[in-house]
Protein backbone atom coordinates (compact mmCIF):
# COMPACT_ATOMS: atom_id res chain seq x y z
CA UNK A 1 0.00 0.00 0.00
CA UNK A 2 0.93 3.31 -0.96
CA UNK A 3 1.59 6.37 1.35
CA UNK A 4 -1.38 7.85 -0.51
CA UNK A 5 -3.20 5.18 -0.06
CA UNK A 6 -2.88 5.31 3.84
CA UNK A 7 -4.49 8.62 3.78
CA UNK A 8 -8.07 7.17 2.57
CA UNK A 9 -10.54 6.38 5.24
CA UNK A 10 -14.17 6.92 4.32
CA UNK A 11 -15.77 7.96 1.11
CA UNK A 12 -19.81 8.89 1.68
CA UNK A 13 -20.49 9.86 -1.69
CA UNK A 14 -20.47 7.23 -4.15
CA UNK A 15 -22.54 6.12 -7.37
CA UNK A 16 -22.75 3.19 -9.52
CA UNK A 17 -24.92 1.91 -12.36
CA UNK A 18 -27.88 2.45 -9.57
CA UNK A 19 -27.41 5.97 -10.86
CA UNK A 20 -28.37 7.51 -13.79
CA UNK A 21 -25.17 8.84 -14.85
CA UNK A 22 -22.98 6.41 -12.85
CA UNK A 23 -20.26 4.49 -15.07
CA UNK A 24 -19.51 1.03 -12.56
CA UNK A 25 -21.19 -1.49 -10.59
CA UNK A 26 -21.45 -1.16 -6.73
CA UNK A 27 -19.12 -4.75 -7.05
CA UNK A 28 -16.78 -2.74 -8.80
CA UNK A 29 -16.84 0.26 -6.81
CA UNK A 30 -16.16 -2.17 -3.14
CA UNK A 31 -13.39 -3.63 -5.04
CA UNK A 32 -11.19 -0.26 -5.68
CA UNK A 33 -12.61 0.45 -2.15
CA UNK A 34 -11.03 -2.43 -0.42
CA UNK A 35 -7.66 -2.22 -2.82
CA UNK A 36 -6.91 1.22 -1.71
CA UNK A 37 -7.85 1.00 2.07
CA UNK A 38 -10.83 2.43 2.73
CA UNK A 39 -12.94 1.83 5.57
CA UNK A 40 -16.14 2.68 4.99
CA UNK A 41 -17.92 3.38 1.67
CA UNK A 42 -21.40 5.05 1.69
CA UNK A 43 -23.31 4.72 -1.60
CA UNK A 44 -25.52 8.11 -2.69
CA UNK A 45 -27.45 6.98 -5.76
CA UNK A 46 -29.30 9.75 -7.58
CA UNK A 47 -33.35 9.70 -6.73
CA UNK A 48 -34.86 12.27 -8.82
CA UNK A 49 -38.95 13.63 -8.59
CA UNK A 50 -39.46 16.13 -11.12
CA UNK A 51 -41.94 14.30 -13.49
CA UNK A 52 -40.68 16.34 -16.55
CA UNK A 53 -37.16 14.76 -15.72
CA UNK A 54 -36.00 11.70 -18.18
CA UNK A 55 -34.37 9.99 -15.27
CA UNK A 56 -37.26 10.62 -12.72
CA UNK A 57 -37.99 6.81 -12.81
CA UNK A 58 -34.40 5.70 -13.13
CA UNK A 59 -33.36 4.53 -9.69
CA UNK A 60 -35.20 1.13 -8.64
CA UNK A 61 -34.47 0.51 -5.37
CA UNK A 62 -34.80 -2.97 -5.01
CA UNK A 63 -32.51 -3.29 -7.27
CA UNK A 64 -29.79 -1.60 -5.47
CA UNK A 65 -30.62 -3.11 -2.05
CA UNK A 66 -29.95 -6.20 -3.53
CA UNK A 67 -26.76 -5.52 -4.83
CA UNK A 68 -26.02 -3.42 -1.26
CA UNK A 69 -26.97 -6.97 0.03
CA UNK A 70 -24.59 -8.99 -2.47
CA UNK A 71 -21.72 -6.31 -1.35
CA UNK A 72 -22.01 -7.15 1.73
CA UNK A 73 -21.78 -10.76 1.24
CA UNK A 74 -18.95 -10.92 -0.57
CA UNK A 75 -16.92 -7.45 1.12
CA UNK A 76 -18.26 -7.27 4.52
CA UNK A 77 -15.39 -8.73 6.29
CA UNK A 78 -13.05 -5.94 5.16
CA UNK A 79 -15.09 -3.17 4.15
CA UNK A 80 -18.30 -1.06 5.92
CA UNK A 81 -20.49 -0.32 3.35
CA UNK A 82 -23.34 1.41 3.92
CA UNK A 83 -26.80 2.34 1.72
CA UNK A 84 -27.31 5.91 1.45
CA UNK A 85 -29.38 8.39 -1.37
CA UNK A 86 -28.60 11.34 -2.90
CA UNK A 87 -32.10 13.09 -2.56
CA UNK A 88 -32.02 16.28 -5.48
CA UNK A 89 -34.66 18.73 -3.56
CA UNK A 90 -36.80 21.09 -4.86
CA UNK A 91 -39.57 22.63 -2.64
CA UNK A 92 -42.27 21.87 -4.87
CA UNK A 93 -42.08 18.28 -4.70
CA UNK A 94 -40.86 18.11 -0.47
CA UNK A 95 -44.29 16.16 0.04
CA UNK A 96 -43.15 13.43 -2.13
CA UNK A 97 -39.32 13.27 -0.66
CA UNK A 98 -41.16 12.47 2.53
CA UNK A 99 -43.23 10.38 1.74
CA UNK A 100 -40.83 8.45 -0.38
CA UNK A 101 -38.45 8.12 2.60
CA UNK A 102 -40.79 6.97 4.71
CA UNK A 103 -41.75 4.22 2.69
CA UNK A 104 -37.87 3.36 1.87
CA UNK A 105 -35.04 2.80 4.64
CA UNK A 106 -31.82 3.94 3.97
CA UNK A 107 -28.40 4.29 6.20
CA UNK A 108 -28.72 8.12 5.68
CA UNK A 109 -29.88 10.40 3.64
CA UNK A 110 -27.82 13.62 1.31
CA UNK A 111 -29.69 16.68 0.45
CA UNK A 112 -28.89 18.04 -2.39
CA UNK A 113 -29.83 21.44 -4.70
CA UNK A 114 -29.39 20.79 -8.33
CA UNK A 115 -32.57 22.34 -10.01
CA UNK A 116 -34.29 25.50 -8.74
CA UNK A 117 -38.03 25.85 -10.02
CA UNK A 118 -36.95 23.14 -12.53
CA UNK A 119 -34.42 25.09 -14.35
CA UNK A 120 -30.88 23.73 -13.59
CA UNK A 121 -27.88 25.98 -11.87
CA UNK A 122 -26.58 28.37 -13.66
CA UNK A 123 -27.53 27.41 -17.34
CA UNK A 124 -28.23 30.04 -19.79
CA UNK A 125 -32.25 29.08 -18.85
CA UNK A 126 -31.79 29.49 -15.15
CA UNK A 127 -29.26 32.86 -15.49
CA UNK A 128 -31.94 34.89 -17.90
CA UNK A 129 -32.92 37.64 -15.31
CA UNK A 130 -30.63 37.10 -13.06
CA UNK A 131 -27.67 38.66 -11.89
CA UNK A 132 -24.71 36.78 -10.52
CA UNK A 133 -25.74 37.57 -6.51
CA UNK A 134 -29.09 36.95 -7.52
CA UNK A 135 -28.14 33.48 -9.16
CA UNK A 136 -26.47 32.46 -6.61
CA UNK A 137 -28.88 34.02 -3.78
CA UNK A 138 -31.63 32.07 -4.81
CA UNK A 139 -29.84 29.46 -4.53
CA UNK A 140 -28.42 29.32 -1.40
CA UNK A 141 -32.36 30.10 -0.80
CA UNK A 142 -33.56 26.80 -1.78
CA UNK A 143 -30.42 25.11 0.07
CA UNK A 144 -32.11 26.75 2.96
CA UNK A 145 -35.16 25.22 2.25
CA UNK A 146 -33.87 21.93 2.06
CA UNK A 147 -32.08 22.42 5.47
CA UNK A 148 -35.32 23.30 7.00
CA UNK A 149 -36.90 19.90 6.17
CA UNK A 150 -35.25 18.27 8.77
CA UNK A 151 -35.04 14.97 6.02
CA UNK A 152 -31.55 15.30 5.46
CA UNK A 153 -28.37 13.68 7.32
CA UNK A 154 -26.05 15.59 5.23
CA UNK A 155 -25.90 18.82 2.81
CA UNK A 156 -24.68 17.47 0.04
CA UNK A 157 -21.45 19.78 -1.69
CA UNK A 158 -22.75 23.30 -0.75
CA UNK A 159 -21.63 25.58 -3.65
CA UNK A 160 -22.01 23.29 -6.48
CA UNK A 161 -23.55 26.07 -8.33
CA UNK A 162 -20.20 27.12 -8.31
CA UNK A 163 -19.89 24.21 -10.70
CA UNK A 164 -21.20 26.11 -13.88
CA UNK A 165 -21.62 29.62 -12.15
CA UNK A 166 -17.63 30.45 -13.08
CA UNK A 167 -18.25 30.08 -16.93
CA UNK A 168 -21.47 32.12 -16.35
CA UNK A 169 -20.61 34.72 -13.60
CA UNK A 170 -16.78 34.28 -13.44
CA UNK A 171 -14.94 33.55 -10.32
CA UNK A 172 -16.92 32.75 -7.51
CA UNK A 173 -15.76 34.80 -3.70
CA UNK A 174 -17.58 32.82 -0.58
CA UNK A 175 -16.97 36.39 1.09
CA UNK A 176 -19.44 38.33 -0.95
CA UNK A 177 -22.23 35.87 0.40
CA UNK A 178 -21.45 35.77 3.99
CA UNK A 179 -24.54 36.51 5.63
CA UNK A 180 -26.47 33.95 2.90
CA UNK A 181 -23.99 31.38 4.85
CA UNK A 182 -24.34 32.36 7.96
CA UNK A 183 -28.58 32.50 7.27
CA UNK A 184 -28.05 29.16 6.37
CA UNK A 185 -25.68 27.94 8.99
CA UNK A 186 -27.66 29.18 11.41
CA UNK A 187 -30.45 27.23 10.21
CA UNK A 188 -28.39 24.01 10.53
CA UNK A 189 -27.92 24.66 14.48
CA UNK A 190 -28.76 22.60 16.78
CA UNK A 191 -29.87 19.72 14.21
CA UNK A 192 -28.06 16.94 13.49
CA UNK A 193 -27.09 17.63 9.77
CA UNK A 194 -23.43 17.47 8.54
CA UNK A 195 -21.71 19.64 6.62
CA UNK A 196 -20.14 17.50 3.29
CA UNK A 197 -16.66 18.32 1.96
CA UNK A 198 -17.20 17.13 -1.35
CA UNK A 199 -14.13 16.63 -3.51
CA UNK A 200 -15.51 16.77 -6.83
CA UNK A 201 -14.67 20.02 -8.00
CA UNK A 202 -10.81 18.81 -7.35
CA UNK A 203 -11.55 15.81 -10.06
CA UNK A 204 -13.59 18.04 -12.26
CA UNK A 205 -10.94 20.23 -12.92
CA UNK A 206 -12.15 23.51 -10.94
CA UNK A 207 -8.89 23.32 -8.41
CA UNK A 208 -11.60 23.71 -5.55
CA UNK A 209 -13.96 21.66 -3.07
CA UNK A 210 -17.34 22.41 -2.71
CA UNK A 211 -18.04 24.12 -0.35
CA UNK A 212 -14.67 26.28 -0.21
CA UNK A 213 -12.50 26.16 2.21
CA UNK A 214 -13.27 29.56 3.28
CA UNK A 215 -16.98 28.56 3.80
CA UNK A 216 -15.72 25.61 5.67
CA UNK A 217 -14.25 27.79 8.72
CA UNK A 218 -17.19 29.86 8.53
CA UNK A 219 -18.91 26.99 9.06
CA UNK A 220 -16.96 26.07 11.94
CA UNK A 221 -16.97 29.48 13.09
CA UNK A 222 -20.64 29.68 13.17
CA UNK A 223 -20.94 26.38 15.36
CA UNK A 224 -21.40 23.92 13.08
CA UNK A 225 -19.74 20.68 14.56
CA UNK A 226 -20.49 17.56 11.67
CA UNK A 227 -18.43 17.54 8.54
CA UNK A 228 -19.17 14.49 5.95
CA UNK A 229 -16.14 13.83 2.95
CA UNK A 230 -17.26 12.11 -0.19
CA UNK A 231 -15.71 12.07 -3.56
CA UNK A 232 -18.65 12.06 -5.16
CA UNK A 233 -17.50 9.24 -7.12
CA UNK A 234 -19.16 7.65 -10.18
CA UNK A 235 -16.43 5.45 -11.78
CA UNK A 236 -13.55 3.65 -9.51
CA UNK A 237 -11.05 5.73 -10.32
CA UNK A 238 -12.69 8.98 -8.90
CA UNK A 239 -12.86 6.87 -5.68
CA UNK A 240 -11.78 8.15 -2.40
CA UNK A 241 -10.19 11.04 -4.28
CA UNK A 242 -8.08 13.75 -2.75
CA UNK A 243 -9.59 12.29 1.09
CA UNK A 244 -6.28 13.40 2.36
CA UNK A 245 -6.95 16.97 0.87
CA UNK A 246 -10.45 16.90 2.60
CA UNK A 247 -9.06 15.55 5.64
CA UNK A 248 -6.90 18.09 5.92
CA UNK A 249 -9.34 20.94 5.58
CA UNK A 250 -11.41 19.96 8.31
CA UNK A 251 -8.37 19.36 10.75
CA UNK A 252 -7.15 22.90 9.25
CA UNK A 253 -10.93 23.86 10.59
CA UNK A 254 -10.63 22.21 14.00
CA UNK A 255 -12.51 19.28 12.92
CA UNK A 256 -11.11 16.21 14.20
CA UNK A 257 -14.10 13.41 13.51
CA UNK A 258 -16.01 12.71 10.72
CA UNK A 259 -19.62 11.44 10.94
CA UNK A 260 -20.73 8.28 9.63
CA UNK A 261 -24.42 6.80 9.45
CA UNK A 262 -25.96 3.17 10.09
CA UNK A 263 -30.08 2.97 9.63
CA UNK A 264 -29.72 6.81 9.75
CA UNK A 265 -27.68 6.59 13.73
CA UNK A 266 -25.19 8.68 13.57
CA UNK A 267 -21.74 8.14 14.70
CA UNK A 268 -18.43 10.44 14.72
CA UNK A 269 -14.90 8.85 14.73
CA UNK A 270 -11.48 10.16 14.11
CA UNK A 271 -10.55 11.62 10.76
CA UNK A 272 -8.23 9.37 9.32
CA UNK A 273 -4.38 10.86 9.57
Same mark, same amino acid.
Given at each position: ??????????????????????????????????????? @???????? /??? &? *? $???????? =????????????????????????????????? @???????? /??? &? *? $???????? =???????????????????????????????????????????????????????????????????????????????????????????????????????????????????????????????????????????????????????????????
Amino acid at each position: MTNEEKLYSVDYQVHSYCSHDGRSSIHEQCLRAVRIGLD @EIGFTEHK /DFD &P *F $DPEVDYFD =YDRYRKEIDDARNVFGSALKIRAGIEIDYQIWF @EDRIATYL /DRH &P *F $DFVLGSVH =YVNRKMLMTDDYNRGRTRDSAYRDYFSAVKDSVKTGMFDVLAHLEYANRRGVSAWGPYDPHHFEAELLDLFACMSGTPMALEINTAGLHQGLGITYPHLYTVQLFARAGGNRISIGSDAHHPDQLGHAYGHAADMARSCGFDRVCTWNERQLTEVPISA
